[in-house]
């Protein structure tokens, strides 16, 4: 069975600060993986899909890492902002279904 | 376009009443998926469907729950006798295809009391 674990569970960071968030995989095989963000009360927001064949995406300051031999991703955020602030899961998937961390918690202060 | 769909967004309902909760995907998604979100927790897949095809549904919890998509676009997860466990938020993505990125709709909080 497919366990994803995601460290820190939470994590504060003053604004402008570039930063990591970890997530490992028991199972390689895989499709793909799938970074999301959560806003309190909210639906969940993609930002990024890496299939897996690929090693990296990027979009804007957000760029995703996967080593499917190992069994893990890093999502990496470029110069952090408050709005940034939100719960950010990763996800592993397969055809039929996503398997989910349990997140970390992001607070970016001024 | 328009995103997924969800009714209600909020749903109370007292123990051993049953409850419907409705999703309608993105326009011309195939894939189909609901999954359930605790407190705290990351989403819990329930079931998928492929169209019309319910291809798996090893993620319901007990035969209380059943899900259907019988026209292949608009489905409903309906739980019979709802019990307090079954408090949570859940969840319906969709996707253009089978393995392809899940757009999620947002949510349905299903308090039991």
């Known amino acids: 069975k497919q366990e994803v674990t995601q460290i820190p569970a939470a994590l504060s960071v003053p604004e402008g600060e570039n930063l990591v968030l970890n997530c490992s995989f028991t199972?390689?095989?895989?499709?793909?993986l799938q970074w999301f963000r959560q806003d309190p009360g909210k639906g969940l927001t993609s930002l990024l899909l890496?299939?897996?064949?690929?090693r990296e995406q990027t979009s804007g300051r957000l760029n995703a890492s996967l080593d499917k031999s190992s069994g893990r991703s890093t999502l990496y955020i470029a110069a952090s902002q408050p709005g940034d602030s939100a719960t950010y899961l990763c996800?592993?998937?397969?055809?039929?279904?996503?398997?989910f961390g349990t997140g970390t918690r992001l607070q970016v202060t001024l | 376009g328009a995103g997924v769909s969800q009714s209600p967004r909020y749903k109370v309902a007292k123990r051993g009443q049953d409850v419907a909760l409705r999703c309608d995907p993105i326009?011309?998604?195939?894939?189909l998926f609901w999954y359930q979100q605790a407190l705290g927790q990351g989403p819990e897949f329930l079931t998928y469907?492929?169209?019309?095809?319910?291809?798996?549904k090893s993620g319901l919890p007990s035969d209380r729950f059943f899900a259907e998509r019988p026209e292949g676009s608009v489905s409903t997860l309906k739980i019979q006798r709802t019990q307090q466990e079954d408090s949570a938020v859940y969840l319906c993505?969709?996707?253009?295809?089978?393995?392809?990125?899940?757009?999620f709709g947002p949510g349905t909080r299903l308090t039991v009391t």
């Open positions: 199972d390689s095989a895989i499709y793909n």
């Open positions: 890496i299939q897996s064949s690929q």
């Open positions: 993505a969709s996707s253009r295809d089978r393995g392809h990125e899940q757009y």
């Open positions: 996800a592993v998937g397969t055809a039929s279904k996503l398997t």
């Open positions: 326009s011309g998604h195939v894939s």
């Open positions: 469907f492929q169209n019309e095809a319910q291809l798996d």
